[in-house]
């Protein structure tokens, strides 16, 4: 199994920035994929950004350009750096790590931008 700690969240201002981290409770070296998701108020979870253990992201259209995911593995770590942040960006954001095939999820971390 794999723990997922997430923190960094806050309120930040319209093209302000933040970062987030995900702590996880094992090695990461093992685990195929590590990523984050988001939830906006009243609507379903979505994909932000994956990063596999060759370093290679994927990123959704609407943060493009504008976020950067990376990985520690020697800290266990993976991180999201988002810049430019819009109000449409407000969510709670959860890491996802899938390992052995399973995923496995944080508890969330809320971010909320405010115009």
């Known amino acids: 199994q794999v723990q997922l700690v997430e923190s960094g969240g806050g309120l930040v201002q319209a093209g302000g920035s933040l970062r987030l981290s995900c702590v996880a409770s094992?090695?990461?070296?093992?685990?195929?994929?590590m990523g984050w998701y988001r939830q906006p108020p009243g609507k379903q979870r979505e994909l932000v950004a994956t990063?596999?253990?060759?370093?290679?992201?994927n990123y959704a259209d609407s943060v493009k350009g504008r976020f950067t995911v990376s990985r520690d593995d020697a800290k266990n770590t993976v991180f999201l750096q988002m810049d430019s942040l819009k109000p449409e960006d407000t969510a709670v954001y959860y890491c996802?790590?899938?390992?052995?095939?399973?995923?496995?999820w944080g508890k969330g971390t809320l971010v909320t931008v405010s115009s």
């Open positions: 996802n790590a899938l390992y052995y095939e399973m995923p496995y």
């Open positions: 990063i596999t253990g060759s370093r290679e992201p």
């Open positions: 094992r090695s990461i070296i093992s685990i195929k994929t």
